[in-house]
């Protein structure tokens, strides 16, 4: 009888603590690392011969939406996740989660038949993922699941209890209805359990400084672990203002408060054309916000036109992915809108929120690529693809363009920071998609090739490691990833997928 289930030889093996790399083997046993050394003489009932491969623990992606836009549930191997070497996702980010649902809610293609986090994980564990899933806690959902303070204080803490990792909020979605001194006494809760804070900033261009301010303020009066989403600064017009959040984050961490940040190598954002609008109009109610959009007499409105051109956006940069009525602008840039319907831009932009009830996403180019390379270089700052995992099904039906970072988000970090710019080497980078982020989320069990982890790994040729999706043709799977290893079983083998759907669901204890 073989002694382990799968052997990984001969390979150049990262254990994703920064520490340099050995040629070692790597013994694994059910869903455990039972033994690295030499394993030369051992039996196995899989043997993976690693010659000419990196050897490491699998990537860990702390901004995903799969869960939010239900591609967990509707695409559910999330191939474009699994090909880049991710087998841990986190969910519930921006504000947004897909529990508690006190109020129900209705999602075509998914049989939503929860309301408390742990019933939501109960039901993904029965759905056989093929990726380890976790979630945060939205703030809008609890505010929207809840009547008052009291109960949403309540619903925070019996998720928490649940298994949920923390709360994430993105306070520039909308109104809120609590005041500072109750979002606070909510964050202390976080403490009390053991979980973090992850936050959208409310604004990332020329008031980002206020924005990162107010954060660190409230990690200073509560004391909890914070975390800064997909952190950048939007424009030309904030640019300017980037290293001055730089000396803020570190002088924040020099204080001693617990502050981590990721982000995407991309200089286009994925997002909501809605967050383009002036942070006192977004803070608005929705049917408020509609009825500046079309007053075209209105004051407010033409505030905003001004806001929009005080930003110096690059309209021939900004491209519709999808909207909500309007599939024929999927593909256009806001330019090329405004001129087929003879408005300015910055009337296109208002009037494609107006008729879309707000929801139109776009690809915009407004993120500095130099910002992207120091913000590598921060030893606190993890790599994740704010993105949605798919599968290839999405190839021949989808009706919009998804972001290029669901695809390549870990290949391309690669390419950029090791082999072009030689700014950081293997282990970093690896570190930086492995045992960073693992810390952060206070995952004992996985992030780093030891004995007694979880076996989570990967096996990729660092010679054909490689994004191939586009903003033009984001439907291509990255390559070079030859092996993935969930828990001790194969997903990826030889590049081939297994469908063995070894994930599991992950709760904070």
């Known amino acids: 009888m073989a002694k382990y289930n799968i052997i990984i030889k001969n390979g150049t093996v990262f254990d994703g603590k920064s520490n340099s790399p050995q040629k070692i083997d790597i013994g694994i046993t059910k869903d455990e690392i039972k033994k690295i050394g ?8 899989k043997i993976i011969d690693a010659q000419g491969r990196y050897v490491s623990p699998g990537f860990i992606d702390l901004t995903n939406h799969s ?22 996702i986190l969910g519930g980010n921006c504000g947004l989660s897909i529990a508690p649902l006190v109020r129900g809610i209705g999602i075509s293609g998914v049989n939503v038949n929860w309301q408390s986090v742990s019933e939501m994980l109960a039901e993904l564990d029965n759905r056989q993922l093929s990726l380890n899933f976790g979630t945060l806690v939205g703030f809008k959902t609890l505010e929207e699941n809840s009547t008052d303070f009291n109960q949403m204080k309540m619903l925070l803490e019996s998720s928490l209890k649940e298994g949920a990792f923390g709360l994430s909020t993105s306070l520039g979605l909308g109104p809120t209805r609590l005041s500072e001194d109750e979002i606070e006494e909510l964050l202390k809760s976080l403490k009390k359990f053991g979980g973090f804070t992850k936050h959208h900033l409310e604004d990332e261009g020329k008031e980002i400084l206020p924005a990162l301010s107010n954060i660190i ?54 997002s909501n054309l809605f967050m383009l609008l002036p942070s006192w109009l977004r803070k608005m109610g ?9 007053s075209k007499e209105s004051k407010l409105r033409e505030e905003t036109i001004k806001s929009l051109e005080n930003l110096t956006l690059h309209y021939d940069k900004i491209t519709v992915t999808s909207s909500l009525k309007e599939i024929a602008n999927t593909g256009k840039t806001i330019l090329e809108i405004s001129r087929i319907t003879d408005l300015s831009p910055e009337e ?116 054909e490691l490689s994004e191939h999706s586009t903003y033009e043709n984001p439907f291509q799977f990255s390559g070079g990833i030859e092996y993935v290893i969930v828990n001790g079983i194969i997903e990826l083998d030889k590049n081939q997928l297994t469908g063995k759907s070894a994930g599991r669901v992950l709760k904070k204890t």
């Open 217 to 270: 303020g409230f990690a200073r009066k509560t004391e909890t672990q914070t975390h800064i989403s997909h952190f950048k600064i939007l424009g030309k017009g904030a640019w300017p203002l980037f290293d001055s959040t730089l000396e803020m984050m570190r002088n924040a961490r020099a204080e001693g408060i617990r502050l981590t940040f990721d982000f995407f190598p991309y200089q286009r954002t994925g």
């Open 67 to 88: 869960d939010i836009r239900w591609t967990i549930f509707t695409n559910p191997v999330l191939e474009s996740l699994l090909r880049q070497g991710i087998t841990t």
């Open 38 to 45: 030499n394993l030369e003489k051992e039996t196995a009932e």
């Open 286 to 294: 929705r049917d408020q916000i509609i009825d500046v959009l079309k």
């Open 348 to 463: 296109t932009i208002l009037d494609l929120l107006a008729s879309n009830n707000l929801f139109v996403s776009i690809f915009s180019e407004v993120i500095n690529k130099f910002h992207i390379l120091k913000l590598s270089q921060e030893d606190y700052g993890a790599i994740a693809t704010d993105g949605i995992g798919y599968d290839a099904s999405i190839f021949t039906t989808a009706t919009d363009l998804p972001h290029p970072r669901s695809f390549g988000t870990f290949p391309k970090a690669f390419r950029i920071f090791v082999k072009e710019e030689n700014l950081l080497d293997w282990q970093k980078t690896i570190y930086k998609s492995t045992g960073l982020p693992a810390a952060i989320l206070g995952l004992k069990d996985r992030g780093t090739i030891e004995k007694g982890k979880k076996s989570d790994i990967i096996v990729f040729n660092p010679n």
